[in-house]
C-alpha cells in the first residue's frame, strides 16, 4: 500500500521542510496539520501548496479530516499537543514522534537545554507513539555528542548538530515503516 503522510507541527517546521525535501524516494505529504496557524512551518507547506488543516482541539474532527484525505501514517514534527489515548488508538502504529534526546533519557519539554546542562549523552530518537509522552517503541535513534564531548560544544552549536541530525533522521524514518 502507497503511504501518504500527514506531518503535525506548531513552530519552526525545519523537520516538514526536511521531508517535503527528500529527494531520493520522496513521499506524498497529504495534509500538513498544525496547533498554531501563524507557526513559520506553515509557510513550508503553502509554498509546496500543501493542504493545511488549523488544529482547534477537535480530535474527532481531526480523525475525520485525515481520513477523508487518505492519510494512512501520521508524523509528529514538533508538534505541541497531546493526543488523547482514543485518537492513537485508531492510529496505532502508525503514528511517529521525533524527540530531540536519548530516550527513555530526557521525555518532555526542553531536551537539548536540560540534557546539555547535564552533560548527558545527547541524541535523536523517532518512535512510534502510544499513549504515554515520548514513550513507545524505538523505531530510530543516534547518539549525536558523547557526554564526555558535550563540554567542546555551546549550546548553539549542540542544538545544530541534533537539528540536523534530526532532519536526517525523519527522512530514514519514513523508509522503514
Ligand atoms: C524538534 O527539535 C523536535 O525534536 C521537537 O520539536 C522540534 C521541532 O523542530 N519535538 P521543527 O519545528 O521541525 O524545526
Not at 516538514?16 to 531520493?24: G, Q, R
Not at 496505532?92 to 536540560?114: A, D, F, M, T, V
Not at 504515554?132 to 549542540?158: F, N, P, R, S
Request: hydrophobic fraction near 40%.
Amino acid at each position: 500500500m502507497k503511504k501518504k503522510w500527514s506531518v503535525f507541527i506548531s513552530g519552526r517546521g525545519t523537520n516538514l521542510k526536511a521531508l517535503i525535501d527528500k529527494k531520493t524516494k520522496p513521499i506524498d505529504i497529504g495534509l500538513v496539520v498544525t496547533s498554531n496557524p501563524s507557526a513559520p512551518g506553515v509557510l513550508y507547506a503553502l509554498e509546496e501548496k500543501l493542504p493545511v488543516y488549523d488544529f482547534k482541539g477537535n480530535w474527532q474532527n481531526l480523525h475525520e479530516k485525515l481520513q477523508e484525505k487518505q492519510i494512512t501514517h501520521i508524523f509528529l514534527a514538533g508538534f505541541m499537543k497531546i493526543l488523547p489515548a482514543e485518537f492513537v488508538l485508531k492510529w496505532e502504529g502508525r503514528i511517529l514522534n521525533l524527540h530531540p534526546s536519548l530516550l527513555p533519557s530526557y521525555p518532555g519539554l526542553q531536551s537539548i537545554k536540560r540534557s546539555y546542562k547535564d552533560k548527558a549523552d545527547m541524541g535523536v530518537t523517532i518512535h512510534f507513539v502510544n499513549d504515554k509522552i515520548d514513550d513507545g517503541k524505538i523505531l530510530l535513534q543516534e547518539k549525536v555528542i558523547k557526554c564526555e564531548d558535550v563540554h567542546k560544544y555551546t549550546l548553539d552549536e549542540a542544538e545544530k548538530m541534533i537539528h540536523d541530525k534530526e532532519h536526517e533522521l525523519v527522512c530514514r524514518a519514513v523508509e522503514l515503516v
